[in-house]
T-cell receptor
């Protein structure tokens, strides 16, 4: 079982729809990252969370530490949001490494 | 947030040759990392690049294959040596921002080995 699991693996939606991507993890963590990867390969850091909720523009990220679960929401989705969204966690057992989920491929259709 | 640039952005190389990838950060950072992303896979940490000392390699990665330099707090290089088609991947440089421990990634180098 992977330490970090994302769902769904693939998601196709119409422009304007509300999008939710989920991330579950099995270890104690000090932080959770949401990352965005466009087809060219470069990765953009969207959020780093250790508790609660963060919002940036149309993006909202929440985390429930007790349930070991995080969600990334996109409101009023747009074709430019099409990308792979990756959840990554940093264990609270002392090492600095991130453990990555396998990503959710999001396609927004105009 | 740290701004990271990588060179080259992509390359096509012949089997048996070596390629050096450069990573430049716009601020001094303590922690720099090199990742590999094979086609259709998630990111795998190759090594942590330590300033002034040898890199710390993850299981499955060795210095002879992936030599790393870190001459100062803003620059690092990763060399992919004696390449084979299995080395075809995206290679990403990443840094950790000290005050917030937030991690930032470079644009990646897309390597194809023929």
């Amino acid at each position: 079982k992977n330490e970090v699991e994302q769902s769904p693996q693939n998601l196709t939606a119409q422009e304007g729809e509300f999008i939710t991507i989920n991330c579950s993890y099995s270890v104690g963590i000090s932080a959770l990252h949401w990352l965005q990867q466009h087809p060219g390969g470069g990765i953009v850091s969207l959020f780093m969370l250790s508790s609660g909720k963060k919002k940036h523009g149309r993006l909202i990220a929440t985390i429930n530490i007790q349930e070991k679960h995080s969600s990334l929401h996109i409101t009023a989705s747009h074709p430019r949001d099409s990308a792979v969204y990756i959840c990554a966690v940093k264990s609270n057992f002392g090492n600095e490494k991130l453990t990555f989920g396998t990503g959710t491929r999001l396609t927004i259709i105009p | 947030s740290a701004v990271i640039s990588q060179k080259p952005s992509r390359d096509i190389c012949q089997r048996g040759t070596s390629l050096t990838i450069q990573c430049q950060v716009d601020s001094q950072v303590t922690m720099m990392f090199w990742y590999r992303q094979q086609p259709g896979q998630s990111l795998t940490l190759i090594a942590t690049a330590n300033q002034g000392s040898e890199a710390t390699y993850e299981s499955g990665f060795v210095i002879d294959k992936f030599p790393i330099s870190r001459p100062n707090l803003t620059f690092s290089t990763l060399t992919v040596s004696n390449m084979s088609p299995e080395d075809s991947s995206i290679y990403l440089c990443s840094v950790e921002d000290s005050p917030n421990n937030e991690q930032f990634f470079g644009p990646g180098t897309r390597l194809t080995v023929l």
